[in-house]
Nanobody
């Protein structure tokens, strides 16, 4: 059974940084795309960033572009989300998700394209 395990969440002050990690079971080649999603109370889960596992394509939500960086370490089956210049509105429960089927470049953060989900890691941005 394919699994994803997130880590790296925590409490950080505005302007600070955090790096989230997502370790995937199996090998990176078992997946087409790995993404990060955020859930906050009263809101729908939203796509933050995603990365193809076979090339260097990366995708970002407009709200985080220029501040967040997604990357992958295939040798260690890990995807990272480096979050810099964090704002209070960046807080939430961050989920790692994976798709084994191709994700279209036209909708790389479409939640319905991802079938495997981790348990989430909490990020709180507050002074």
């Amino acid at each position: 059974q394919l699994q994803l395990v997130e880590s790296g969440g925590g409490l950080v002050q505005p302007g600070g940084s955090l790096r989230l990690s997502c370790v995937v079971s199996g090998t990176m080649s078992d997946y087409h795309t790995i993404g990060w999603f955020r859930q906050t109370p009263g809101k729908e889960r939203e796509g933050i960033s995603s990365i193809f596992t076979y090339d260097h394509s990366t995708f970002y939500a407009a709200s985080v572009k220029g501040r967040f960086t997604i990357s992958r370490d295939n040798a260690n089956n890990t995807v990272f989300l480096q979050m810099d210049n964090l704002k209070p509105e960046d807080g939430g429960l961050y989920y790692c998700a994976a798709s084994r089927l191709p994700i279209t470049r036209g909708a790389p953060l479409y939640i319905g394209g991802y079938g495997i989900w981790g348990q989430g890691t909490q990020v709180t941005v507050s002074s």
